[in-house]
């Protein structure tokens, strides 16, 4: 299974993947507390970030979570409400919750949606993969920045 994944082809992405990784299991626990730096040079896009968020085919966050300025119905309430969010947490710490929230919370329901360790039960077609690209962890970490209800944001 392993050996699928590290025949991946893409470099950088998986370099990117095997450090993270590696962090992950060098460091458990609150050693990131802090968040995570930018997983790629490029800088997200808020808007692709927005449409992978209300993606239902990419284990959408609005079955657990509710964004009030997206007009989806019957919007989740397992998590917290992520209006404002960009208020409450910075953009490393967002990071760190859409990577792997487990280093948070080690019980918690939220997949981690860059990270390969820890998993169990993957279907096969998805062995090997993490559900997010650091691409689309990028978009996703740039629309949730501009969820921002307080003036007042440094
Ligand atoms: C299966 C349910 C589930 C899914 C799917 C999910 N989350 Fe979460 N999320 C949670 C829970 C529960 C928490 C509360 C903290 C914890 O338990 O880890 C949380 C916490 C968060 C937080 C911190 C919010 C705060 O105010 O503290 C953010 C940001 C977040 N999620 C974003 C997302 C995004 C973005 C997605 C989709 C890419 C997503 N979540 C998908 C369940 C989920």
Redesign the pocket.
């Known amino acids: 299974m392993r050996t699928s994944f590290f025949a991946t082809p893409g470099g950088l992405r998986l370099h990117v993947l095997i450090m993270v990784i590696a962090l992950l299991v060098i460091a458990p626990g609150q050693a990131f507390a802090d968040g995570l730096a930018p997983l790629t040079d490029q800088p997200g896009n808020p808007a692709e970030g927005e449409r992978?968020?209300r993606d239902t085919s990419?284990?959408?966050?609005?079955?657990?979570?509710t964004i009030s300025t997206l007009d989806e119905k019957d919007q989740?309430e397992?998590?917290?409400?992520?209006d404002g969010?960009a208020d409450?947490?910075t953009e490393a710490e967002?990071r760190l919750?859409?990577v792997d929230?487990?280093q948070?919370?080690p019980?918690?329901?939220?997949?981690p949606?860059f990270s390969l360790v820890g998993l169990y039960k993957v279907a096969e077609a998805y062995q090997g993969q993490t559900?997010?690209s650091a691409q689309e962890v990028e978009d996703?970490?740039a629309?949730?920045m501009t969820l921002i209800t307080d003036e007042a944001v440094e």
């Open positions: 992978l968020v990419r284990a959408s966050c609005l079955i657990c979570h989740g397992i998590g917290p409400n992520l969010v409450r947490w967002l919750r859409i929230a487990r948070l919370n019980d918690t329901m939220m997949p949606y559900i997010y996703v970490v629309f949730l």
